[in-house]
């Protein structure tokens, strides 16, 4: 498809999340909101019980760092990976895979066990980077895996600085909500080198951002937008050199479906 063809639906990108004050999390009480990558207080019970859905390693856990965490929830990175392996994202064995904002791997980790060639997981706490690569050796992906202590934003403007060479297949950007700002993140992704044409881009934002644009910056082009709760999971490709199953009608305002 020529990105050419494509029309430029909601333009503008919103800025971040709601402010941390008024933030609300499920319910309808306001979350005390607490910064990830941080040691929990003594005594709270990590919440996090996850494991892999399918593959080679599929029923496995994947342990969590003592430090807060918003993971992706299990029934999301169902559908996220089932849309993926729809795309045959993992039918070839040279998929290579950036697990940005990694926290304890599980996305990347699921993509290993999907059939990915390789994961590189970011995150700028060294616990979650140091949990990732342990998860990583346990489920038997130790020669598939690297980790990057470093700010997300870093990795995307000064790769060759964290010794990455190559453009990935697959990056997954599944940022706190409340500590990212979205405009400046997308930017920085448009203008990296790890992106090339026809690499997927995955987006975890969340609803009260309202939607994200069909087209950013002329670059990334959307496939898929999907609501899960609170959650929207925004699919897009990199300036897209052959045929996609393209679906401008999620990114329409107003248009998230509810999943």
């Known amino acids: 498809i020529n990105s050419n063809d494509l029309t430029n639906i909601n333009p503008m990108l ?86 940005i904002f990694s926290g304890s791997g599980s996305v990347g980790l699921e993509a290993l066990s999907r059939g990915a060639a390789h994961t590189t997981f970011i995150d700028f706490s060294p616990v979650c980077i140091d949990i990732s690569i342990k998860n990583s050796q346990r489920l038997g992906f130790e020669n598939k895996a690297k980790g990057v202590c470093c700010k997300a934003q870093d990795v995307l403007l000064t790769p060759e600085k964290f010794n990455l060479l190559e453009p990935y297949q697959l990056i997954t950007l ?25 690499t997927i881009i995955v987006i975890e934002y969340p609803v009260e951002m309202g939607t994200l644009p069909y087209v950013i910056n002329d670059k990334l082009f959307g496939l898929r937008n999907r609501r899960y709760g609170r959650t929207v999971i925004a699919i897009y490709v990199y300036r897209p050199s052959k045929s996609f199953d393209m679906h401008p009608d999620e990114f329409l305002p107003n248009s998230i479906k509810r999943k």
């Open 14 to 99: 919103p800025v971040k999340a709601k402010s941390k004050s008024s933030i609300v999390s499920g319910g309808t009480k306001k979350k005390s909101i607490r910064p990830q990558g941080q040691d929990r207080d003594i005594g709270l019970i990590n919440p996090n019980r996850l494991k892999i859905i399918a593959g080679s390693a599929k029923g496995m856990k994947i342990e969590s760092p003592d430090v807060y965490l918003r993971p992706m929830m299990a029934k999301v990175r169902e559908a996220l990976f089932s849309t993926l392996e729809y795309m045959d994202l993992f039918t070839s064995s040279n998929t290579r895979v950036l697990d």
């Open 174 to 198: 599944t940022p706190p909500y409340e500590e990212v700002v979205y405009d400046e993140l997308l930017s920085s992704l448009c203008e990296s080198k790890l992106v090339s044409d026809n």
